[in-house]
Nanobody
Framework: QVQLVESGGGLVQAGGSLRLSCTAS????????MGWYRQAPGKQRELVSR???????NYADSVKGRFTISRDNRKNTVSLQMNSLKPEDTAVYYC????????????????WGQGTQVTVSS
């Protein structure tokens, strides 16, 4: 089955950096968007950044210039380099893809990782 596993969260001081990584398995993801969402306590889940199969990226305004997303289609991985972190970046970060090819069949569905906590102290 399709699985997304995140790593790299943790506690960091404001101004610091973290790198999140996500490895997808159980299918082929190179044709689909991959991205990162986050959810802070009491707030809705929001898009942070996503990247197309061809490498085009988009970012939430709040992270532009600070975060960089990348992917490796051969390894089925997507990463998020987060610099100049702010306390308002504190959230659970979720890896996402909008589909996968499994056993030769293309599925259009959101798949999610279990989430990784990022905490930025002031």
């Amino acid at each position: 089955q399709v699985q997304l596993v995140e790593s790299g969260g943790g506690l960091v001081q404001a101004g610091g950096s973290l790198r999140l990584s996500c490895t997808a398995s159980g299918g082929i993801f190179s044709f689909n968007f991959m991205g990162w969402y986050r959810q802070a306590p009491g707030k809705q889940r929001e898009l942070v950044s996503r990247i197309t199969s061809g490498g085009r990226t988009n970012y939430a305004d709040s992270v532009k210039g600070r975060f960089t997303i990348s992917r490796d289609n051969r390894k089925n991985t997507v990463s998020l380099q987060m610099n100049s972190l702010k306390p308002e970046d504190t959230a659970v970060y979720y890896c996402n893809t909008d589909g996968a090819v499994v056993a030769g069949i293309a599925y259009k569905s959101d798949y999610w990782g279990q989430g990784t906590q990022v905490t930025v102290s002031s």
